[in-house]
């Protein structure tokens, strides 16, 4: 089956939005269908900034990486990495480091599906078909299992995915099931979008995706900083994501509603 030329994996409906492509398609990129589009229109019809959140947020991922890699992290794993979109992990990190080993995980066929196109022939980077919100089939994959083999810090990439998880999931535990799993010395990076700078956009943002294979549960800062339990935050701590790190002459033009921070095990 394809669509505009372009095969779409087995088992997806292009009828059902998706948050990978949703975010995709806020992106610019081109790896989405009607109904992720149609859900997208609704997103920026409410929150006219909506493009320069998902912006600021692969600003934040940009950063973390860079930020690690200077740390000496040559090890990654991206939970919930979405569709392939320019300044993916392997590309920053191996762009510093041509050894980093990059492991992505994502339960979306079409995410999965392009992910092995792009990765095919890089021998340091691989992708994983799972749900993140199960972390023991995430951390027994093959392709972790040999991430983790190894006895030196990860990078840990939760990067925009925990806002689709409802509480009683119970994201914390999630959180602290994979920081439990990483060597002494690994760093993780985590955003988070929130409703605490425009309650009203965010609430129509909400009911915008509530019919999509992955509606959104927008936290308060309190409960964004302790998914950071057990970690030493890197400085300045969780804060908006334009003052994680930020580059100069930024900070004006970028929205507040995400959270972002860099934690280290210790």
Not at 24 to 38: I, P, Q, T, V
Not at 186 to 192: E, I, N, Q, R, T
Not at 214 to 240: C, H, K
Not at 249 to 261: H, K, N, Q, S, T
Request: with cysteine; charged share 20%; glycine share 8%.
């Amino acid at each position: 089956m394809s669509v505009a030329g372009e095969r779409v994996p087995e088992g997806v409906d292009i009828r059902v939005p998706s948050a990978a492509r949703v975010y995709d398609w806020l992106l610019g990129g081109s790896h989405n269908f009607d109904a992720d589009r149609a859900v997208g229109e609704k997103v920026m019809a409410v929150l006219p900034s909506g493009r320069q959140v998902a912006a600021s947020n692969r600003a934040f991922l940009r950063r973390a990486v860079q930020y690690m890699v200077g740390q000496g992290i040559t090890r990654f794993l991206d939970l919930g990495s979405g569709i392939p979109a320019v300044g993916n992990v392997h590309e920053i990190a191996q762009g510093m480091d041509p050894g980093c080993q990059v492991v992505y995980v994502d339960y979306d066929k079409v995410a999965v599906a392009h992910s092995r196109l792009i990765l095919d022939g890089n021998p340091n980077a691989a992708v994983v078909e799972e749900d993140l919100c199960e972390p023991q089939a995430v951390l027994n994959s093959a392709a972790v299992r040999a991430l983790l083999d190894v006895d030196e810090p990860i990078g840990l990439l939760m990067v925009a995915v925990f806002h689709f998880i409802p509480d009683s999931l119970r994201p914390a535990e999630i959180v602290a099931h994979y920081r439990e799993a990483l060597p002494a010395g690994s760093l993780v990076a985590l955003s988070h979008l929130t409703a605490d700078h425009a309650p009203r956009e965010m609430a129509a943002v909400t009911e915008a995706m509530k019919n999509s294979r992955d509606p959104m549960y927008f936290r308060p800062y309190a409960d964004v900083a302790a998914l950071f339990d057990g970690l030493e935050l890197v400085e300045p701590g969780v804060v908006s994501a334009p003052l994680w790190h930020p580059e100069p002459g930024l900070r004006d033009i970028e929205p507040d509603d995400v959270y972002a921070g860099v934690g280290r095990k210790v």
